[in-house]
């Protein structure tokens, strides 16, 4: 084994996990490549799991945080004010609140994307007096146990070595079957006072579930779900921590069913430059905290507000969505022809946005498909409670040659996977 | 109000704290001294509560991070394997674990002191089966559910809105009072299996709790701590977050007592720089995740991996122990000595290293103090559960001249204490 | 105010029910009659919530309890082997369980339907090592915290004052709507390991649901259960404290359906006389309790051993059943005919064997029908949420005379709510 | 075996208990003496744990018990208002309540110890609206759910099957040891905000700890206690479910202490005969329950109404009281002397009242004190975690002739255990 892999099994802790799928030491990266130590040069179409939005080291947010740093421009400085962040909620007012007619104060909790959510359900149940709060099947909120309670992967869930509890899990959009809306149980559940579940104080969803399987919400199941939140006095919470910051085509994937959550909770890709920070949208009616009920040692994260306040640039330009949104109908088109064009791996269509994939029915097609695309440089990942879906997440500023040169890839995946299982005798040509 | 103070107001959500205390934006920082929009300078006895040890801005990581941006390295990885990241294992395999005799496997959970107390809460449960977790009172752990559950803070405790289980609370050392070891109490627990309390899968303690009011853990409490635990089978959890890497004046806060905890926690100046990031040590015996069990996007921070590497480099010199050590007793000469002078203060010296403070039984009293430090331009912080220390966290390896202005400062804000406290109607002359 | 209902008025606490619906202060009963102080007689068609089956003071019981006290027959010897206790366990496995090809270990527990349910919940968890119970909506098991848990109301539920936990509630047959099986839904949430619910120890759920508005589950939907429960290694309970014993037509309930629970709970007319006792019947390869590790003082309660020894005489002759489930077809035919002749009460029928009864979906309708029966001298109660069931729970040893009496008074009473709640101008004429 | 032991061995639950230490069928009683079906008769020192204060079929009771059932009495009725019940309550109140100046509610919950406890915890908690109760080690107050979790055993807890929660166990008097009163750890806990412990809703405890080994607080102790829950706001529960009903010499065992708990359980030997009967009383201020909050099938045990009417009657004399003080003082005088007469065994005088015992601490000596007792036909039991305890429970009616025949018989067993032990050699001669 490479000299440094072997430092990282002798010495790292047998949780870690992407190193055993791509094994590789990387060294370099910029924009949708990134290079191992050997100079082999892989198209990343896993975004960091949707945390590197605008791909790696993107130049415009690289060099103000080389300008902060060669300033001595403060590092660290929990929630005391400075420069960095008073610029980052200006700017994130200006240029998405105001313009959305969103109205929110902005929590910053520990840099994660755990650490928003168990924040987020944390107001909603000091806000309700409640203490359920209901989440999906197949959601993925986070690893610590208030998080977790409300995360649906059983491997995920007994990790905890303690019940979890406070939750109830309903059905997300077409868990149960097609023909059925999922909601018409959660209603009879609210509805029913000896149905065994009490109103919860939120329902916290993803309007797409990256983790899950690329499971997207319909737009009018996210308009009904608002609506029952509201008859009922449910607070609302949006887990755009994967989802959003421009991955489905618009900063927030709730967008386009035009709600309007009580709380949004937001990671990942809000640094911009894949430096951790995390931040929570409350409406003012429900930011009823105490000084410093819930803190961190991280939570403001100067180096990231600078980066993320560079990255909001991207959003000043109305063209910047649209670009998002075409790119996704490219790749919307290219799964549509892989299914037709391959009905041997019996795929389904799966996400929206940037945020796609196809759900192969072969047991196993799924993860052949992600690591032949690694033999061919190129890094893609699987979603799903049995890996059955492979997902594409490239940057959402990637261009167009990095897109193609990245589907390119992916169809001869494909077809490696057929051979390699069996499922297709003759080549393809194409 | 100072304009950017009120972009603060409008949009930041109520929970903000440290920006009540010290009303002022902050734009530069370097070493034990940072300084605001209007150029005043300020001396930081606060030092973000422990995650810059080696105080603001720290030149050589300041240099190696700026090279390591500016040549693309990666930002991003989850927990791929990375230079940056293979680097830091190495070093502090051979810089730490080695010379201490320490044989632990590292991992990486979310960059934060509430993800690495999880994590190792999580693992504990999973070795032994067992569901509780024995914590002490006063003991500060993090504010995601599973920490929270084994803090000892009630308003952060009612914060959760749910109530906290799978946790018993033990008296810390010296909490009932002197007379009596609080560790018999422990033990009558465990022995009798009538007791209501059942064998824990791990006790978690911090050897000083910074929060809870800087109270040290004698070393012979330690000691028969670890040999309770090590006679009922029960894991042993040391939580350095605060207290770790060099603020005791050894690298780990516990190593005095000799005693050799299952896992441990480390945060906060883990990364050197002020950077995100936290790692927990598991003995190898007891490493036994599936990969992904425990997972997180910012799991692997490689800027914090650059300047942690890089901070290492002040435990290869022997020497660097001992300066700290001699700046603790400094601190303890100064502290013993106001508490002689200004009797009127009704003060305790408490802590360890260079994590002491003076807890005064004048209500009101230490506040006053950080308060008029503060109008004299030093940062420093109170704690405890009536925030009734006052507690002194230079960086630790701040310059004697700037040790003394900072104790200079201190103590002429003890008397601007008692002045507007009325408790001394004289004027101090010394 | 009478003045012994005024002493309960002064010294019982507010938690009392029945005597607000029915105010009379009752002094002698026999069969389906019961008197009152002022010599008013009344049909009993409330059996004690199905605790007297057998009508009350049944003659050959009363006669074999009044000779086992004369001749100072054990009353109260904790589960120390008695002659009482003997015979009833002898008895009960020739006349119940050996003609039915049940092998089953029989536990005594404390001597009330929660205490058997708790005891079946507590071995189906240390069986499976699992936690969780799922339980249905509208099911009713008891008011102790463990059986509370599993329990739908909201009311009871939050009587409690704690959340209630490991617990799961699914949808009870035609929850939903008429058109879906709610097993589909059950199935899917243990077939996706991404769905939030573990699978669980056991399933606890009532044939006929007599709290919850007399929800009666279909033959397949039980068979169904089963299945499933087999196909998970999920352990089955029943709870037939209410619908057992005779009152659907055949000792247990679930007998029609032909599935074999791994765990039955018997309570109110297992005792025969109405006198406290409960049995929790264990499959052999499950009874793997530690001796004492449930127990209670009054676990065995030998004045119910010797009425239960009696009771079971009637299900020596196979002609008994028959009777009921005659008595339950004149039950279905009269109800049916209440429904079509006063539409005005919107009704639909219920329920199974003499557990049968009108839900009305005239808000307040059904708890008119049982005021105006008490004013008739009828005692009879109602169920479900908000109490739209009016319920016919005669003895099932009920004579001709007494069901038709009691039927006609219904009638009557029907005709009574439908005119003071003006819902129908003209009188009835039949 | 004996074929009617066979019958239990082959069809009762291995969670039998009392069979296994007594190993006969027994059929007939009165008074303290037994009989089994060879005609061996036995001295009762266990009284029913409690249940059998009075003996065994106690004439008084009986006759009235016959005479009501002969004339059809009301059995079963729910919470209904019976003549039985009413004369109940009447008398309690007459008998009971009104001579020690007490005003309480009474509630009827389901007919066992466990259940008049659960409803005590419900209604603190209802009541207060906080969440957890304080109980105290070797406590024990039943196996449902919620009685269980303020229960210490350990072997009872793990019968759960689930983690038991919202409970804090505090040390019982003289838990760690003699020299420090526990109730200042408890004042710590209370006092300190920072110490994991929240206010709890309510204490319950046992002023004499019958399963955990005949603990008996010490009057200051008790007082302190009450202090402490006013101090706080907190609710005080007396489980008197054991050490009332005149068991310790008085009708409730806190009489002694002159405190006034704001709730009292009671159970056993309320019913007087043997039959199962709880109640709970509740302060006036403090019964807040809605109707049917908590409720239960057999919640009027009309016969257990009777007999526990006609029990009263006891109380109607002073001199009764006083009858059972000097009992109780001949057993003081009794095991003190066996103590200093054969310190072999290592004796310590356990309990008040006629609930007293000697502590051993040569392992499984009163194991074999009581076999031996049991060999010389005297049931008398073990208590404690480690059955290092035996204990006398005669009944509190025994006359003289009675009590002597039985302390007899305890030292013979006293000496034949030293002798089976070999902890003596020569014979004992007195």
């Not at 009879?188 to 000896?194: A, T, Y």
């Not at 949004?264 to 894949?274: A, N, R």
């Not at 100067?302 to 910047?320: I, K």
Request: hydrophobic share 40%; net charge negative.
């Amino acid at each position: 084994m490479n000299k440094k892999l072997q430092i990282i099994e002798d010495h790292e802790s047998s949780v870690r996990s992407y190193v055993r799928s791509f094994p590789a030491v990387f060294t370099k990266a910029r924009g949708y490549r990134i290079w191992d130590e050997d100079g082999n040069e892989y198209i990343d179409f896993f975004a960091g799991a949707g945390a590197l939005n605008y791909g790696h080291n993107e130049p415009a947010m690289k060099k103000k945080l080389v300008d902060y740093i060669l300033d001595d421009g403060i590092t660290h400085s929990l929630d005391k004010a400075t420069d960095a962040k008073v610029e980052f909620i200006d700017k994130f007012n200006e240029v998405i609140m105001k313009p959305r007619n969103m109205d929110y104060k902005i929590m910053f909790p520990g840099p994660t994307g755990t650490n928003t959510v168990e924040s987020a359900l944390k107001i909603a149940r000091k806000m309700t007096g409640r203490t359920d709060i209901v989440s999906f099947t197949n959601g993925f909120h986070g690893m610590t146990i208030g998080s977790l309670a409300v995360t649906g992967n059983s491997m995920k869930r007994k990790g905890a070595g303690i019940p979890l509890s406070h939750t109830v899990t309903m059905p997300y959009d077409n868990f149960v079957n097609d023909e059925k809306d999922t909601l018409d149980y959660f209603e009879r559940f609210l509805e029913d006072n000896g149905s065994g579940v009490a109103i919860p104080a939120a329902v916290i969803f993803e309007t797409v579930q990256g983790e899950g399987g690329i499971n997207a919400a319909s737009i009018e199941w996210m308009q009904r779900l608002e609506r029952i939140c509201r008859e009922w006095g449910i607070m609302l919470i949006v887990d755009d921590v994967q989802a959003g910051v421009g991955r489905t085509g618009t900063f927030f994937s709730f967008e386009p069913a035009g709600i309007k959550p009580d709380v949004v909770c937001l990671s990942k890709s809000i640094g911009g430059y894949g430096l951790p920070l995390a931040i929570t949208l409350i409406k003012p009616e429900f930011d009823k905290w105490k000084p410093g009920e819930h803190n961190g040692t991280f939570r403001g994260n100067n180096m990231a507000f600078v980066t993320a306040t560079e990255s909001l640039t991207y959003w000043e330009d109305p063209e910047f969505e649209k670009s998002v949104q075409a790119k996704a109908a490219t790749v919307t088109d290219f799964l549509t022809n892989m299914i037709e064009k391959y009905p041997e791996m019996q795929g389904r269509l799966k996400g929206r946005g940037l945020m796609q994939g196809i759900a192969s029915d072969v047991e196993g097609f799924s993860e052949k498909v992600a690591e032949h695309a690694f033999e061919r440089y190129m890094i893609m990942e699987t979603a799903g409670g049995h890996d059955e879906v492979f997902k594409l997440f490239p940057p959402i500023n990637i261009d167009e040659e990095g897109l193609q040169a990245g589907l390119e890839i992916i169809e001869l995946s494909i077809q490696d996977a057929l051979k390699s299982m069996n499922l297709k005798k003759e080549a393809v040509t194409n």
